[in-house]
């Protein structure tokens, strides 16, 4: 089973600040299917990256996704207020696994 | 529209089996696959498997095996989660997510999730 680890585990930052996530495989992550979620408390989580770096569609252009092979970033150019949530990587490759979360809150 | 709208609250003992169904609309019901995932309160998303509903095949997580069955009912457009053997770690809110076409791939679309309580 492919183990993704996630850092940092929470992330403090300011509206408007540039918020980098990571995203770590303990091997290759087969045609780079790894995705990334957004989860907000109460709701559903939310696609927002497919395949390393396609965004989903609605998905405002400050998301982008990067990586290949085991290590993946996740980056948020300016902070909105709507986007201090939870996120989630997962690999869909080889079964499928999610990271255990990286918590961005407001500093 | 897509949608997948789930069944309600759910509140069962230990030992027992609970069924969760998700009914999708909006779209071809047999070109996607379908997931389903829990999360446990407080804690991260956990896959617990996918059904192919063209052919009502379905693959589990290694941690299921033999504890779930996913099934569906063409006619109604519906897929069901079926966990046995509930124990109280089993308490989670319970999500069916929209897979992929070719492929079991990432989830497009998700249900508004079933909280399954497992309490003596």
């Known amino acids: 089973e492919i183990v993704l680890t996630q850092s940092p585990g929470t992330l403090s930052l300011s509206p408007g600040e540039r918020a980098t996530l990571s995203c770590r495989a303990s091997?290759?992550?087969?045609?780079?299917?790894l995705a990334w979620y957004q989860q907000k408390p109460g709701q559903a989580p939310r696609l927002l990256i497919y395949g390393a770096t396609s965004r989903a569609t609605g998905i405002p252009d400050r998301f982008s996704g990067s990586g290949s092979g085991t290590d993946f970033t996740l980056t948020i150019s300016r902070l909105e207020p709507e986007d201090f949530a939870v996120y989630y990587c997962?690999?869909?490759?080889?079964?499928?696994?999610f990271g255990p979360g990286t918590k961005v809150d407001i500093k | 529209q897509v949608q997948l709208v789930q069944s309600g609250a759910e509140v069962k003992k230990p030992g027992a089996s609970v069924k969760v169904s998700c009914k999708a609309s909006?779209?071809?019901?047999?070109?996607?696959?379908m997931h389903w995932v829990r999360q446990a309160p407080g804690q991260g998303l956990e896959w617990m498997g996918v059904i192919n509903p063209s052919g009502g095949s379905a693959t589990y997580a290694q941690k299921f095996q033999g504890r779930v069955t996913m099934t569906r009912d063409t006619s109604t457009s519906t897929v069901y989660m079926d966990l046995s053997s509930l124990r109280s770690e089993d308490t989670a809110v319970y999500y069916c997510?929209?897979?992929?076409?070719?492929?079991?791939?990432?989830?497009?679309?998700w249900g508004q999730g079933t909280l399954v309580t497992v309490s003596s």
């Open positions: 997962q690999q869909y490759g080889s079964s499928l696994t």
């Open positions: 909006g779209y071809t019901f047999t070109s996607y696959y």
């Open positions: 091997q290759s992550v087969i045609s780079s299917y």
């Open positions: 997510a929209r897979g992929g076409i070719a492929v079991a791939g990432n989830q497009d679309y």
